[in-house]
């Protein structure tokens, strides 16, 4: 039997910090082995109390999620995905304010970690839109010249054999932002993941996610990232809740671990190991 080709990728649950049931399903899987990154509002109603409970993971990169659509009761510039889509392609926001936005979550990050992200993404991929964008990396720059976080870049991963809709979404998602934000980013010196995956529709229950979630760990190749957003109980009020419980339900279940084998996946658990600066290009 040929050996497997092993391949480096990262698994990052996002919305670390939005509440203690998706704070306790992240937490629950980085500590079985099952992601190897997650991305924090660190603004978010939980974050400070959980935070702490990161660093009892060594093998977990932790990273900002860089939030700019929900306020989840924080004063702030927070719009609607398609308002701010429409606001920033038309170059229409305040730059001051997306300056002391980012300085913010950048400073709550720390104050509770002790240290830089490891890497930086954005909410529903916020930090790849114009003004954010450039914004972001010229703060990045400034605060940790010596060593800086890579950066989440959303070109999605040939998606063969998935349905139309999840790879047009995927394609949407590439579309507002990604090529143009590789680019600066790599022009800057900053690391990036190589492709991306985890894109759907947050719906279809267990069933539909454990096929989605086999088909991308079997398309991921060295370097890839991918997404995911699990918790460990359906709270009311979250929208995403059942599909999020789904999601966590999948991950640790014993499938997931053949399948890590199967397809020769390795969570590297050294901290810090984001992909290079050539990855993506």
Same mark, same amino acid.
């Given at each position: 039997m040929p050996e497997i080709e092993q391949k480096r990728i990262v698994i990052c649950a996002d919305d670390f910090g939005m509440?203690?049931? $998706?704070?306790?399903?992240? #937490?629950?899987?980085?500590?079985? &082995? /099952?992601?190897? @990154?997650?991305?924090?509002?660190? *603004?978010?109603p939980s974050f400070s109390a959980s935070a702490p409970l990161l660093l009892e993971c060594p093998g977990?990169?932790?990273?900002?999620?860089?939030?700019?659509?929900?306020?989840?009761?924080?004063p702030g510039l927070y719009l609607p995905v398609p308002a701010l $889509?429409?606001?920033?392609? #038309?170059?229409?926001?305040?730059? &001051? /304010?997306?300056? @002391?936005?980012?300085?913010?979550? *950048?400073?709550?990050?720390?104050?509770a970690m002790g240290r830089r992200p490891d890497f930086v993404d954005g909410h529903q991929h916020v930090h790849q839109f114009p003004q954010i964008r450039g914004t972001l990396l010229a703060e990045l720059?400034?605060?940790?010249?010596?060593?800086?976080?890579?950066?989440?870049?959303?070109?999605?991963?040939?998606?063969?054999?998935?349905?139309?809709?999840l790879r047009l979404k995927a394609r949407i998602i590439d579309v507002l932002g990604a090529r143009r934000f590789g680019r600066m980013a790599r022009n800057r010196g900053f690391g990036l993941n190589r492709r991306f995956l985890g894109v759907y529709g947050f719906q279809g229950g267990e069933a539909a996610y454990a096929g989605l979630l086999r088909d991308w760990l079997s398309l991921a190749k060295e370097g890839d990232a991918i997404m995911c957003h699990p918790a460990g109980e359906a709270l009311?009020?979250?929208?995403?809740?059942?599909?999020?419980?789904?999601?966590?339900?999948?991950?640790?279940?014993?499938?997931?671990?053949?399948?890590l084998k199967e397809y020769g996946i390795v969570l590297d658990p050294a901290r810090g190991a984001g992909p290079s600066s050539a990855a993506g290009r």
């Open positions: 509440n203690p049931a $998706i704070d306790a399903g992240i #937490l629950e899987l980085a500590r079985s &082995g /099952r992601l190897n @990154a997650t991305s924090c509002l660190s *603004l978010g977990l990169q932790t990273g900002l999620h860089l939030n700019f659509t929900e306020s989840m009761g924080q $889509i429409a606001r920033t392609w #038309l170059r229409r926001l305040d730059p &001051g /304010r997306i300056q @002391a936005q980012i300085a913010s979550q *950048l400073d709550s990050f720390e104050d720059e400034r605060r940790y010249a010596d060593a800086r976080p890579w950066l989440r870049y959303t070109r999605s991963a040939t998606l063969t054999g998935l349905p139309a809709a009311t009020g979250d929208g995403l809740g059942a599909q999020r419980f789904a999601e966590f339900q999948v991950l640790r279940s014993d499938a997931v671990g053949g399948w």
